[in-house]
């Protein structure tokens, strides 16, 4: 019964930004680490960012570092990863991860959302 939903997605030129969204239904979003995946056409998937229960605890991949930022708003159950400053590169359809199971670090991404689309592109 667990389901993640993202939601966010659009297209945007160069230096643009976008916020996307997770959230959940099935479980409590809030009491796991979630991850942001993408994948470009032609190219193997990558993990973006990653954010425990605690907000501090993230990580970012180099190639977004200091242009995404991801969050949590637990009122809301939700997960967000602000996109700022994007690039042709950050094309791709993205996706939020959990394994319903680790509360720090990036988790195992065993559940997946049905993915959103983001493309930037002048």
């Known amino acids: 019964q667990v389901q993640l939903v993202e939601s966010g997605g659009g297209l945007v030129q160069p230096g643009g930004s976008l916020r996307l969204s997770c959230a959940a239904s099935g479980f409590t979003l809030n009491n796991y680490a979630i991850g942001w995946f993408r994948q470009a056409p032609g190219k193997e998937r990558e993990g973006v960012s990653c954010v425990g229960t605690d907000v501090h605890n993230t990580y970012y991949a180099d190639s977004v570092k200091g242009r995404f930022t991801i969050s949590r708003d637990n009122a809301k159950n939700t997960v967000y990863l602000q996109m700022d400053n994007l690039k042709t590169e950050d094309t791709g359809i993205y996706y939020c991860?959990?394994?319903?199971?680790?509360?720090?670090?990036?988790?195992?991404?065993?559940?997946w959302g049905q993915g959103t689309q983001v493309t930037v592109s002048s």
């Open positions: 991860t959990t394994d319903e199971y680790r509360t720090t670090g990036c988790p195992e991404p065993v559940y």
